[in-house]
């Protein structure tokens, strides 16, 4: 399983969420207030993500520590 922090932190949070994993990488859409994000796993030889988690409507790119960097923006959601 992939994206396994990113995971915890929406369960502890109650929102919903589906996960898909293909070819080793990791994908997560949900919703939250009227608005659909996803995380999309970058493959093992690129190791990253792409979400919109910040803006919503606007995909940006995560390397390093991303899924601490996503969850990080995500606490900020009031």
Do not use: C
């Not at 979400?51 to 390397?63: L, T």
């Amino acid at each position: 399983m992939r994206l396994e922090k990113t995971q915890e932190y929406l369960s502890s949070k109650g929102f919903k969420y589906q996960y898909t994993e293909e070819d080793e990488s990791g994908s997560i859409d949900f919703e939250y207030r009227g608005i659909f994000y996803h995380i999309w796993e970058f493959p093992p030889e690129e190791r990253g993500a792409e979400s919109n988690v910040r803006s919503g409507g606007w995909h940006e790119e995560f390397y390093g520590d991303y899924e601490d960097e996503i969850i990080g923006i995500m606490k900020e959601w009031k």
